[in-house]
């Protein structure tokens, strides 16, 4: 189970998979049902905080990712 917190909650529990050694595949049939920006106010303003989230993973994530990957 995905505990985080993050905006970007699929690349945050992606990578939480990842760390524990799950593989994820590509499932064809899968269905994502989602609210959509209906106006560009309402779409800059989602990507921006989907942006400052993936920066806050990249700070948070990526270097201990990347010292397990080169230590393995």
């Known amino acids: 189970p995905w505990s985080g917190h ?7 529990y992606g990578l939480a998979l990842l760390r524990a050694g799950v593989r994820v595949h590509y ?3 899968a ?4 609210q959509m920006p209906v106006t560009a106010t309402q779409a800059a303003s989602q ?4 942006e400052l989230g ?4 990249l ?3 990526a270097l201990p990712l990347l010292k397990d990957g080169l230590l393995q």
């Open 31 to 34: 269905v994502v049902e989602a």
């Open 27 to 29: 499932v064809p049939e």
């Open 6 to 12: 993050s905006v970007t909650e699929d690349i945050d």
């Open 47 to 50: 990507r921006a905080r989907w």
């Open 59 to 61: 700070r948070e994530k």
């Open 54 to 57: 993936r920066l806050a993973l």
